[in-house]
């Protein structure tokens, strides 16, 4: 569980439908915020969004193996990534960044646009492979199954945007799926291996 107000991540034990702490606080970095798990439980990736000020922003890779689990690996991605996921395989990580686009026009870190960056997972490090333009203020992003599809919300523009993962280049479909409202998070359903 990410405590964004403190930088701390709390980890969890789950057993069954009994919740309750593990006695264990990881720091991974600024403002921790979005997280995902991989099917198989042996990692996680943490978007650590920041203070909101410019600078570039990092993801963090924790290793659930490990005893008691710990940071691994930090990579920085750009401005305030928020939507983190890790595809259904295990095989890649993709991250939203806001990228200036919630700024302000007249803000010098102000960008009309977000991204999306696919990273490469090797073992418990993360490598970049590709990223592409989404719309402004953008926040969740979810795989298909085969982690062959990914699908970005695009707050601002109120749709949903969809690229194919090119074994590591993300390409744009141009294809939009209109929402009622800023989609601000998304997660798929995917049965356990």
């Known amino acids: 569980m990410t405590r964004d107000g403190d930088s701390m991540i709390t980890v969890l034990k789950i057993d069954g439908e009994k919740v309750e702490l593990a006695n264990r606080d990881i720091n991974a970095g600024l403002r921790p915020y979005g997280i995902a798990i991989n099917s198989n439980g042996r ?5 650590n969004i920041g203070r909101g000020n410019g600078d570039l922003d990092t993801i963090s890779v924790i290793d659930l193996t490990a005893s008691p689990f710990k940071v691994v690996d930090t990579v920085t991605v750009g401005q305030t990534p ?12 993709a991250v939203v960044i ?13 960008n009309e646009r977000g991204q999306v960056v696919l990273y490469r997972i090797d073992g418990m490090k993360l490598v970049r ?28 523009e109120r749709d949903l945007q969809v690229f194919r993962n ?27 291996r």
């Open 43 to 47: 990692m996680a990736a943490v978007a």
């Open 82 to 93: 928020e939507g983190i996921m890790i595809s259904p395989d295990g095989k890649w990580c």
């Open 98 to 110: 806001h990228d200036g686009s919630n700024k302000p026009k007249s803000s010098p870190f102000y």
């Open 129 to 156: 492979t590709s990223a592409a333009k989404i719309g402004a203020w953008s926040q969740g992003v979810a795989f298909s199954r085969d982690g062959r599809t990914v699908v970005v919300q695009n707050m601002v």
């Open 166 to 192: 090119e074994n590591g280049k993300l390409q744009d479909t141009g294809r939009r799926i209109s929402l009622d409202g800023g989609g601000a998070a998304i997660r798929i359903a995917d049965r356990a």
